[in-house]
């Protein structure tokens, strides 16, 4: 794929700005699309904070900073992805909003663009449905936090042509991150791994068997995990958890990816952990 190809980005959460960021780091021109503007600002001022950080630590220098800032266009309207090489949408997951995108992507793109989804659960195949070009779509599954982790999930659909596997998994490389290549099944490898643990430590506090704190200690200590599984669930966003179980449990038809109670009653409650100031945990801004 030329290096000087534009890049869209359809979301500007958190993994949203995260791709956009990367992109940019690599000297590529991103449009960050979001119907917020707010979200959009939100956005801008996260990637300057974390290149500000690298600046701190010397890894970039000034130049560097404003370079990346300036690779990035913040915009409203989708209209302005028509001539991007590659478009990564990122918005929520929820299949009836991607469907959307995808739909709307397929009439506004010229026929050459890939259409990527940053899904971590569900079916690129379907996805692909939505538009006229199934053969040039794919799963691009990048992790969070994007600028530092180092796996991109690549998932093929049915219809995923040989071209765009290959450019994509081509572009994953230059990015300096790591393709890993899994079938289109619910949750991929990633998330039908990570997801059931993290349920289950839900389960434990739900079933009063341990507090949160008790749950994530013996991970951390017993299991040599960086990161216990509830402040996990707090970083990602417990919303986004069960989707994610969600689509689970309807994949399979199997109780063991049956969302626990408690955390559909977090979610209700608005305790969506980091993004919302309380989870498992409670976060100061």
């Known amino acids: 794929?030329?290096?000087?190809?534009?890049?869209?980005?359809?979301?500007?959460?958190?993994?949203?700005?995260?791709?956009?960021?990367?992109?940019a780091q690599k000297s590529y021109r991103v449009a960050l699309c979001d119907a917020v503007p707010s979200q959009l600002e939100r956005a801008l001022s996260t990637i300057r904070k974390n290149l500000n950080r690298d600046l701190d630590k010397n890894r970039i220098d000034e130049a560097d900073r404003d370079r990346v800032l300036t690779n990035i266009q913040a915009q409203e309207d989708l209209e302005v992805l028509k001539t991007s090489a590659l478009v990564i949408e990122a918005v929520s997951e929820v299949f009836d909003v991607k469907q959307r995108v995808f739909a709307e992507l397929d009439r506004i793109c010229e026929q050459t663009t890939i259409l990527a989804t940053n899904t971590s659960s569900i079916s690129v195949t379907q996805l692909a449905?939505?538009?006229?070009r199934p053969d040039r779509v794919i799963g691009m599954h990048f992790m969070n936090p994007v600028p530092v982790m180092k796996l991109v999930e690549?998932?093929?659909?049915?219809?995923?042509?040989?071209?765009?596997?290959?450019?994509t998994r081509g572009l994953v490389e230059l990015l300096d991150k790591i393709p890993v290549i899994v079938n289109d099944s619910p949750g991929f490898v990633s998330n039908r791994v990570l997801m059931p643990m993290i349920n289950e430590a839900i389960f434990c506090v739900f079933e009063h068997v341990a507090t949160p704190e008790a749950v994530d200690a013996v991970m951390k200590l017993g299991m040599n995990h960086p990161m216990g599984p509830l402040t996990l669930a707090d970083l990602i966003g417990l919303d986004v958890c069960l989707n994610i179980m969600e689509t689970l449990y309807a994949g399979f038809s199997d109780p063991k990816y049956r969302p626990c109670p408690l955390l559909r009653k977090m979610v209700a409650a608005g305790r969506l952990g980091r993004k919302s100031g309380e989870g498992?945990?409670?976060y100061t801004p």
């Open 280 to 282: 498992f945990y409670r």
């Open 154 to 167: 690549i998932i093929r659909g049915m219809q995923t042509s040989e071209e765009t596997f290959l450019a």
């Open 129 to 132: 449905g939505s538009t006229g």
């Open 1 to 23: 794929m030329d290096k000087l190809s534009s890049i869209g980005v359809i979301g500007a959460g958190t993994m949203g700005s995260g791709i956009a960021q990367v992109f």
